[in-house]
Nanobody
Framework: EVQLVESGGGLVQAGGSLRLSCAASRWTFDDYPIGWFRQASGKEREGVSCISGSDGSTYYADFVKGRFTISMDNAKNVVYLQMNSLKPEDTAVYYC???????????????WGQGTQVTVSS
């Protein structure tokens, strides 16, 4: 069973930072791509970032490039999203997800966590 659990969301002032975590249960991230997505109230879900479990390649949406960093701690089996220089428009529920074993960051995502709320105030 594939289970993903996000944590680390909360309230932060514009310009501040948060680090989100995505932990896996009963499996490891080896050869699993992990993507971060977000969905603001009343808006569609959008991709934020992804890290490849096979070679560690990372990808970022244009609207977060230079501000957010995705990383993986293989020892702890946790993927992080470090978010710096946060803006009010970053306010959303953030989800981690995986396309599954052996898939790429650009494959359809089948498994999702429950999300963690990030709120950025002006």
């Amino acid at each position: 069973e594939v289970q993903l659990v996000e944590s680390g969301g909360g309230l932060v002032q514009a310009g501040g930072s948060l680090r989100l975590s995505c932990a896996a249960s009963r499996w490891t991230f080896d050869d699993y791509p992990i993507g971060w997505f977000r969905q603001a109230s009343g808006k569609e879900r959008e991709g934020v970032s992804c890290i490849s479990g096979s070679d560690g390649s990372t990808y970022y949406a244009d609207f977060v490039k230079g501000r957010f960093t995705i990383s993986m701690d293989n020892a702890k089996n946790v993927v992080y999203l470090q978010m710096n220089s946060l803006k009010p428009e970053d306010t959303a529920v953030y989800y981690c997800a995986t396309a599954g074993y052996g898939r790429s960051c650009f494959s359809p995502y089948e498994y999702w966590g429950q999300g963690t709320q990030v709120t950025v105030s002006s």
